[in-house]
């Protein structure tokens, strides 16, 4: 099947929250915070972009208040704070890593979504949510997901991510989460 320009879904940028200035280009978007005081700018394609993740850890539980997180792993040096970086708050433990990192949430201080999650066992990549990313469209094309990890933690009313390598100990994605 070839692909032409009319097949590309368009952006959507639905009504989320206080913001309203999300944008998305044909290689490069915006993720915003639930109160918009934080807004960051990452590329939708490697080198910058490296990898697409759903984790069922129990973690990720706790840091989502959900029962999955969506993720994605951007290099530091293609990572753009539009604003906002002073109204993070940080919260890092190395209790439950197995590695024995330690892995520091990175949160808005207003409105508590959580922006990216830093691993001191790989500096320089910064994990970011899906959910935060602005135009609706990336969560269904460049953004989804490829892998799938932790399955033995996943509830099971949940019947897992099509299309995913599913890895039950986190070892696809090399950082534990
Ligand atoms: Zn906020
Ligand atoms: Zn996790």
Redesign the pocket.
């Known amino acids: 099947m070839t692909t032409s320009p009319a097949d590309k879904p368009k952006s959507y940028f639905p009504l989320a929250g206080g913001g309203n200035d999300g944008w998305s280009t044909e290689d490069e978007a915006t993720a915003t ?6 807004q960051l700018k990452f590329p939708t394609q490697g080198p910058g972009l490296v990898n697409k993740f759903v984790c069922n850890c129990s973690d990720c539980h706790k840091i989502t208040a959900s029962m999955f997180a969506s993720n994605f792993t951007i290099a530091d040096t293609h990572l753009t704070h539009v604003r906002g970086r002073e109204n993070l708050t940080a919260y890092g433990q190395s209790r439950t890593i197995a590695t024995g990192s330690t892995m520091t949430n990175y949160f ?1 201080k ?2 508590g ?1 959580l922006m990216y999650r830093v691993s001191s066992g790989s500096p320089g990549m910064s994990i970011l949510r899906i959910g935060t990313v602005d135009d609706f469209a990336l969560h269904e094309t460049k953004l989804k997901p490829s892998v799938e990890q932790f399955i033995k933690t996943r509830v099971g009313w949940l019947h897992g991510v099509e299309g995913t390598v599913a890895d039950n100990e986190g070892t696809v994605v090399s950082w534990k989460l």
């Open positions: 915070c639930f109160c918009s005081a934080v808005c207003t409105c979504t």
